[in-house]
Structures are given as structure tokens and as C-alpha cells.
């Protein structure tokens, strides 16, 4: 099952929702408010993930895929 799960979670990663919003993400900002422990920061990023179309997508699609 973890395996599935898995599997399923890269395939959402590669979806075109996945890479719509992974080239809206500043990788760098966010390895640097997880390292310094700013959660406001990832807070105001994931804020800003989930506000868009894609982003609201992505989650249902990750909270159907948890669900199973």
C-alpha cells in the first residue's frame, strides 16, 4: 500500500497542476524557512499554493489519494 501511495504522490508531483506550481515555488525560500524553522514563511507559501486553482487540485487530489 505504501508503495501505491507512493507512486500516486509522483504522479501528482508530474501532473501539469504539479508542474504549474512547482515553477511558482522558490525552492531556495522554502529549504531556507524550513532550516530556520520560519513557519510563518512556509505558512504564507502554502497559503499561496493552496489559493490557486492548481493548488486546490493538487490537495484534493493528495487527500483523495490518502483516503484509499
Same mark, same amino acid.
Given at each position: 500500500? =505504501?508503495?501505491?501511495?507512493?507512486?500516486?504522490?509522483?504522479?501528482? +508531483?508530474? &501532473?501539469? !497542476?504539479?508542474?504549474? %506550481?512547482? =515553477?511558482?515555488?522558490?525552492?531556495?525560500?522554502?529549504?531556507?524557512? +524550513?532550516? &530556520?524553522? !520560519?513557519?510563518?514563511? %512556509?505558512?504564507?507559501?502554502?497559503?499561496?499554493?493552496?489559493?490557486?486553482?492548481?493548488?486546490?487540485?493538487?490537495?484534493?487530489?493528495?487527500?483523495?489519494?490518502?483516503?484509499?
Amino acid at each position: 500500500e =505504501r508503495r501505491g501511495k507512493t507512486e500516486g504522490i509522483r504522479k501528482i +508531483a508530474e &501532473s501539469a !497542476d504539479g508542474q504549474s %506550481l512547482s =515553477r511558482m515555488i522558490d525552492a531556495t525560500a522554502v529549504e531556507q524557512a +524550513a532550516k &530556520s524553522g !520560519d513557519t510563518e514563511a %512556509l505558512k504564507n507559501m502554502v497559503s499561496k499554493v493552496l489559493s490557486t486553482d492548481e493548488g486546490k487540485r493538487l490537495a484534493q487530489s493528495l487527500r483523495r489519494l490518502m483516503q484509499d
